[in-house]
């Protein structure tokens, strides 16, 4: 497979969430320098501004901020390290400083629901299910992923219900992990500058959700006093490589 086919199948399918597993079959029958090769090219062009890898590079940036599989982004590294892929080292470059995710929600007390006792996980996830939002004070500070999972997917979730998740501080990995993994919430730009700009979100999400910027998203990056070295080194390089495109993205307006 090369690029161009890569780019046309990912544009033509009507359902979004399909993508990802459609591209995680795809690089799993591919040797791992042809999937490098095939990553970094889509990601060039995309850094450039071409609007159809751009949009490809979406589901690209998911499979990877959502992998749960090391070895498979240890492999990229290393092929991007060999064989010089400037574009999908930028994707796949590990925070020195990043630590060992943990399991925060163990930590965190269950928000009061109104109820006269502590609901139980079971309880929490049939609210989550409901298309209502009586419940959604209670829930949004639920710290279970799999309560995070089902109002992401709640038809009566609006984009500011998410934003909270994601700017919350301090910030909740699990739930950013969440956020990450639901394609109806990471294609708004809003909400992956948030996870960027969050200090507390897990390196390994938000250093690819930056390839996703435009270039005054890039810039707007750079002047925050939060972000780590690795995101702020990512961005610059970023920024020097994609110059002014009007009308491309938004590349000369900065996300709101």
Known sequence: MDADRLVRVLRGMLDPKLRVPWLRSELSQLSGSEAALLLDSVMARSELGEPNPRQAAISIVMLIAGSDEPEILDELREQARKLKLLSLDRLVRRDPNETEPVLGHLDLPVPDYGRDRELTLGERRSLARIPNRRSFPALLRDPHPMVTELLLNNPKTIE?????????????????????????????????????????????????????????????????????????????????????????????????
């Open 160 to 256: 500011e219900d998410i934003m909270r998740l994601v700017t919350a501080r301090p910030a909740r990995p699990d739930t950013i992990r969440s956020v990450a993994g639901n394609f109806r919430w990471l294609t708004r730009e809003r909400i992956r500058m948030s996870i960027i700009l969050n200090p507390g979100s897990p390196a390994c999400i938000a250093v690819p959700l930056v390839s996703l910027c435009n270039r005054a998203d890039l810039k707007y990056i750079l002047k925050s006093t939060h972000i780590s070295a690795t995101i702020e080194t990512v961005a610059r390089e970023l920024v020097a490589r994609r110059p002014p495109i009007p009308n491309v993205d938004g590349a000369d307006s900065p996300t709101q």
